[in-house]
């Protein structure tokens, strides 16, 4: 959980309170928080002054946009089949044996989240994953470590 | 058959003085512009492969002072990711191509509806957009670009869940006609086109039609930008003249042993080693967006296609049953097949639920799960038993 303030009002402001600000005031929402709360999402729709249920509706289609609790970093491995067939399992494997979670699952101090994610456009990097908004490409189980720990400061 | 062969392009990624291609562009009329389009036999590079001259027409056309011009980032395809280069080597041109296109149809506002795992590429590409604006307005031309950007949603690439998107909703393809060129965006007509399909356009502009159509086929004029991995020495993004067979492209980038290729991704075909010599790859043949796998006989085709199917099962959105339920249940039944569960020869009843998707779905999602589907299943038939 997380107290948002003046936030829905000020993306509000930024982007308008028409239909098509839904998705620029969520994806900021997130940005920020890392994923919707009940409450974000009935004080966007109050802004907006569209029903709660549009919003959760809207938000609950997009695979980013997520509204169960995130840890402070989404790690997103890719699955689809490049990645698969170039050690996506293994880069798993390193990463739950180094956070001590599952995939779906989120660290007790809520600094990781661990996901699969389909393709994410980097084939001939394979494998890759996502932290956040940045790629990190051409991995192995050794710089992978690597990657994670620098998230961990 | 005669095909043309293997060659590398430079078209896309050349460096041009965008500005001298903007002044010769407003220097045109849109008849003119459209017109060089429709010569060159430009057809869109996402996918469809509809002529982007026609489209660009047809919105020509509209009476509605509104009109607007969007460029599909969404690229969501598995094995594509040459619109991702294209936008951090040469983002001018693909803005210089929206530009022209708002031009030869009558609109003033662009949209570019990029994915959003491509977001770490947004603060380059606001730079640049900020330089095109003050390029553009210093020659007199009133366009003006907005960046959208999606949510991990793969049926957003479908034209009419983009603009859903774009105006705030689930990415629910609508039912068509209308087409978007008649009612798109906001219930405007709209012109969307693919990233590298803007670039070329822009590059016919600036070389001249007949210059672009002594490149590629009757039937696939130009070059195309591939996306090329799985088992390959090279994998990357290359610009090949179009016309080649899929045998030329092997003899490139297989690693001598390549069993299978996956044309145009997990929507696209599967051709097996002994089709190679005669599958050109381009509209002829085996159309493709740019994505292209290379397999090896290491690699079990069961689980190519259970990836690509599981894909599919996760990235409907629901909407329509055939493709809802259709995904899930070839997913299951593969699986079935597979554990000894059910016969080898339940495999003929999924392909029959295949055909009826191709029929029954509402986009060209859940009708293109068919494509991998059956030609995995009838090249590979065994694999996916045993």
């Not at chain 1, 990463?95 to 809520?110: A, N, Q, S, Y």
């Not at chain 2, 957003?156 to 009612?183: M, Q, V």
């Not at chain 2, 290379?294 to 079990?300: A, G, I, T, V, Y």
């Not at chain 2, 599981?310 to 055939?322: I, K, L, V």
């Amino acid at each position: 959980m997380y107290q948002t303030g003046n936030l829905v009002k000020d993306l509000a402001e930024k982007h308008g309170r028409r239909r098509e600000s839904l998705m620029p005031i969520l994806q900021d929402i997130v940005k920020k928080h890392n994923y919707l709360t009940d409450d974000v999402m009935v004080a966007v729709a109050t802004e907006l002054d569209i029903s709660a249920a549009e919003v959760y509706g809207t938000a609950s289609f997009y695979t980013f946009l997520d509204t169960e609790e995130r840890g402070k970093n989404v790690i997103r491995v890719c699955k689809t089949i490049t990645c698969s067939m170039k050690g996506k399992n293994d880069i798993i494997a390193t990463i739950e044996d180094m956070l001590k979670i599952r995939v779906g699952e989120t660290t007790p101090d809520k600094m990781f989240t661990l996901l699969e994610t389909n393709c994410i456009g980097w084939c001939h990097k394979a494998p890759a994953i996502l932290i956040n908004d940045m790629p990190y490409t051409d991995l192995t189980p050794e710089t992978v470590i690597d990657v994670i720990k620098g998230y961990m400061r | 058959m005669k095909n043309k062969g293997l060659t590398k392009v430079d078209l896309i990624f050349e460096t041009v003085d965008v500005r001298k291609v903007m002044k010769k562009a407003f220097e045109m009329t849109s008849d003119e512009i459209i017109q060089q389009v429709l010569e060159s036999g430009l057809k869109g590079r996402g996918g469809a492969g509809f002529p982007t001259g026609l489209k660009w027409k047809y919105t020509a056309a509209e009476k509605d002072p509104d009109k607007y011009i969007v460029c599909n980032a969404d690229e969501g395809e598995p094995g594509t990711f040459k619109d991702r280069e294209i936008l951090d080597k040469v983002a001018p041109k693909v803005y210089a191509g929206m530009a022209i296109a708002g031009k030869a149809m009558g609109a003033r506002k662009g949209f570019i509806y990029l994915r959003g795992e491509y977001r770490f590429l947004l603060p380059q590409l606001f730079v640049e957009l900020h330089k095109f604006h003050k390029m553009i307005a210093e020659i007199g031309y009133d366009f003006n670009i907005e960046y959208r950007m999606g949510s991990g949603a793969y049926i957003c690439g479908e034209e009419s869940a983009l603009f859903e998107s774009i105006e705030g909703r689930r990415g629910e393809p609508r039912n068509k006609p209308p087409y978007p060129t008649t009612s798109g965006l906001f219930s405007k007509p709209t012109s969307i086109n693919n990233v590298e399909t803007l670039v070329t356009a822009m590059m016919i502009i600036e070389k001249g039609p007949l210059e672009y159509v002594k490149l590629g086929t009757k039937d696939s004029r130009g070059s195309k930008v591939f996306s090329i991995s799985g088992d390959t020495p090279v994998p990357g993004i290359f610009e090949l003249e179009l016309g080649m067979t899929v045998q030329q492209f092997v003899n490139e980038f297989g690693d001598g042993d390549t069993k299978a290729v996956q044309v145009g991704g997990a929507s696209g075909f599967c051709v097996p080693r002994k089709k190679f010599a005669d599958t050109i790859i381009g509209f002829e043949g085996v159309p493709t967006g740019g994505s292209m796998k290379l397999f090896n006989s290491s690699r079990s085709m069961y689980n190519v296609l259970h990836n690509y199917i599981d894909f599919f099962a996760e990235e409907s959105c629901g909407q329509c049953t055939p493709c809802r339920v259709g995904c899930q249940q070839l997913l299951k039944g593969i699986e079935k097949v597979k554990k000894g569960e059910a016969k080898s020869t339940y495999l003929n009843e999924l392909v029959k639920l295949a055909d009826t998707m191709k029929v029954a779905s509402k986009c060209g999602l859940g009708q293109s799960v068919g494509n991998a589907f059956k030609s995995i299943v009838e090249n590979f038939r065994e694999e996916v038993i045993y």
